[in-house]
């Protein structure tokens, strides 16, 4: 079955420092692994995805991933962190072979960046 | 803004009521996924709908139902509601399965 895990309930990082929100994940196949951002009160916002290709990806915002086949991960990253980057971070993934657009989120993380 | 629409944007009712969510996905999107996010279920995928047919079902309850109309839109039923039905139900739209989704604003729904 498909799982994604995001160890981490919160990360805090002062500005300006680089960031990591971490993502981990279980599939069978190839996975197509989404980073989505969720402002309070809001809807998801599309950050990045990665479908095939150069495992780095850049998106949205100045925030990249690393697609770690290997250890099944897909973490964010961004250099240089902003306050406005505070927000709640999901990680998701489909199935390569699946005939639908089913994603399984991860259960999210706060990201929370000081002045 | 996304694109996708979602209505009402809050709702209050009692146990035992039904509701009806609305969504409208951007244009040209023939994908329809609804989620469910409460604190401790996390954001949970309830179903989805590809040009009027049903294309996936996740973890939507019998008393829960939905259907994707020839203009695309789509509607969430909930019936027989309970304390735990409370949520942001979400509505996402994809042209492809393989594309990032794009969500809605959400509808929260308050049952007491």
């Known amino acids: 079955a498909q799982s994604v895990a995001q160890p981490e309930d919160q990360v805090n990082v002062a500005e300006g420092n680089p960031l990591t929100v971490k993502c981990t994940y279980s599939v069978s196949g190839n996975p197509y692994l989404f980073w989505y951002v969720q402002y309070p009160n809001r809807g998801l916002q599309f950050l990045l995805k990665?479908?095939?290709?150069?495992?780095l990806v850049k998106g949205s915002y100045g925030f990249e991933a690393e697609f770690n086949k290997s250890q099944t991960s897909f973490h964010l990253k961004k250099p240089s962190a902003l306050v406005s980057d505070s927000a709640l971070y999901f990680c998701?993934?489909?199935?390569?072979?699946?005939?639908?657009?089913?994603?399984?989120f991860g259960q999210g993380t706060t990201l929370q960046v000081k002045p | 803004d996304s694109g996708v629409t979602q209505t009402p944007k809050h709702l209050i009712t009692a146990t035992g009521q039904r509701v009806t969510l609305r969504c409208s996905p951007r244009?040209?999107?023939?994908?329809v996924y609804w989620y469910q996010q409460s604190l401790d279920q996390g954001l949970q995928f309830l179903i989805q709908y590809y040009n009027g047919e049903e294309r996936a079902k996740g973890n939507i309850l019998e008393r829960f139902s939905a259907q994707q109309f020839p203009d695309l839109h789509s509607e969430l039923n909930l019936s027989s509601l309970e304390l735990g039905d409370s949520a942001l139900y979400f509505c996402?739209?994809?042209?492809?399965?393989?594309?990032?989704?794009?969500f809605g604003p959400g509808t929260r729904l308050t049952v007491l």
């Open positions: 244009s040209g999107d023939l994908s």
């Open positions: 998701a993934v489909r199935e390569s072979q699946s005939n639908t657009g089913k994603l399984i």
């Open positions: 996402a739209s994809s042209s492809r399965d393989y594309n990032e989704q794009f």
């Open positions: 990665y479908i095939t290709g150069d495992n």
